[in-house]
């Protein structure tokens, strides 16, 4: 599966941004989907997944109740509603995808950056 992040930008601390990932291939919905970021001079982290469905999400506990992941199957795209924004958010944001009954997200997509003004 190819991915393709869109959606960052620019906005000040409190704003929000909607990311979008869009998967190419017929068997979207057979992959958990997850979104990470890296920050500049950081490790690369988790943000959030979605399991097959859509019915389970994850998230790390630094943007629990200021980040939504959700999916759409019909449309081959995952999404990451970010709002209250804060300049620690800025980062470079990946989607990746896992297949089935695998522990590791095998498929990445190029990056969209984010940056966030205080």
């Known amino acids: 599966v190819q991915l393709q992040a869109s959606g960052g930008g620019l906005v000040q601390a409190g704003g929000s941004l909607r990311l979008s990932c869009a998967a190419s291939g017929r068997t979207f919905s057979s992959y958990d989907m997850g979104w990470f970021r890296q920050a500049p001079g950081k490790e690369r982290e988790f943000v959030a997944a979605?399991?097959?469905?859509?019915?389970?999400?994850f998230y790390a506990d630094s943007v629990k109740g200021r980040f939504t992941i959700s999916r759409d199957n019909a449309k081959n795209t995952v999404y990451l509603q970010i709002n209250s924004l804060k300049p620690e958010d800025t980062a470079v944001y990946y989607c990746?995808?896992?297949?089935?009954?695998?522990?590791?997200?095998?498929?990445w997509g190029q990056g969209t950056q984010v940056t966030v003004s205080s």
């Open positions: 979605i399991s097959q469905s859509g019915g389970s999400t």
């Open positions: 990746a995808a896992r297949g089935p009954g695998t522990t590791n997200w095998d498929y």
